[in-house]
């Protein structure tokens, strides 16, 4: 997505361990994706201010109908199935949606009978989750929501912990919200390998869709960051596949969805292919 950004640009340590050192490891003109020296860590270095980044989500989400439907089309089979697979663990309960967007994961939880909530920062979404789907949103982001502690038998987050400044303190605060044996649903990109694949080809690209993207998770990543908010046990899987509206995106994603479910399977639900969207499942013990 190329939208116009003001760019106030800060300087930021490692999301995840604190320290400054890193190197350099993708340019997507201006911005740069750096990994952390001591962690490995990837993230988007200097990055813009919040106050920018809270203007930039203002514009991010598209505005006319057709893009809106085409986003629910593109999402339906990644929430049917994180709502599946949420209901193998637990019928029905207290749902909070981080990033609500639109409000299609949240409509589809409520038709099933959930009890549902949800909190974004972009107004426009809010306004269609709130006046179109008759869903309560309230206004972002999470940290300052003022939740109180074991407040939700599930709190989900699709597409969400790759834009936050702290996702550390984002993971924290899900676990601290959620009920003892609560579930935390994360659906996450993961665009390195792919970066790394294009470049060996000498292919150009704007994939990480920087400044959106503030960092970049492996599935070992996201499990270290876990771990370290305090989730005892997880479970990871491929979780499905987007269906874009242009066909030649269409066609690569559902081969490469395809062949991850695949490999996901026949592997005994071990490997998971680097480079594609995945979900994942926290428990809090
Ligand atoms: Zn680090």
Redesign the pocket.
């Known amino acids: 997505m190329s939208k116009r950004i003001d760019v106030e640009m800060e300087e930021v340590s ?1 999301p ?4 400054a050192e890193y190197r350099l490891l993708h340019r997507e003109n201006p911005f740069e994706m750096v990994k ?1 020296s ?4 990837i993230y988007l270095n200097p990055r813009p201010t919040g106050d920018a980044l809270l203007r930039f989500y203002q514009g991010y989400l598209p505005e006319e109908e057709s893009s809106v439907e085409a986003w629910q089309k593109m999402m339906e089979s990644i929430f049917r199935n994180a709502a599946n697979l949420i209901e193998q663990y637990k019928k029905r309960g207290r749902l909070l949606d981080v990033g609500v967007g639109f409000g299609f994961f949240l409509s589809e939880m409520k038709g099933r009978g959930w009890e549902v909530l949800g909190v974004e920062i972009s107004q426009k979404a809010i306004d269609y989750a709130r006046d179109v789907l008759g869903l309560t949103v309230q206004e972002g982001p999470l940290e300052k929501a003022g939740f109180s502690e074991s407040e939700f038998d599930v709190v989900s987050g699709f597409y969400v912990i790759e834009h936050l400044p702290r996702p550390m303190e984002f993971l924290q605060e899900c676990y601290r919200i959620l009920k003892p044996g609560g579930l935390l649903l994360l659906r996450y990109p993961h665009t390195t390998p792919i970066k790394n694949l294009l470049r060996f080809f000498g292919i150009e690209n704007r994939l990480y869709d920087l400044p959106a993207h503030l960092s970049d998770f492996s599935h070992e990543m996201i499990q270290q960051c876990l771990e370290k908010a305090g989730f005892k046990e997880w479970n990871h899987l491929i979780g499905g596949y987007t269906l874009p509206r242009e066909p030649g995106k269409k066609i690569a994603s559902s081969v490469f969805g395809t062949l991850s479910e695949a490999l996901f399977y026949l592997s005994g639900k071990r490997f998971l292919l680097p480079g594609v969207s995945k979900t994942v499942l926290a428990f809090k013990g």
């Open positions: 490692c995840f361990c604190g320290r952390c001591s962690c490995q860590f």
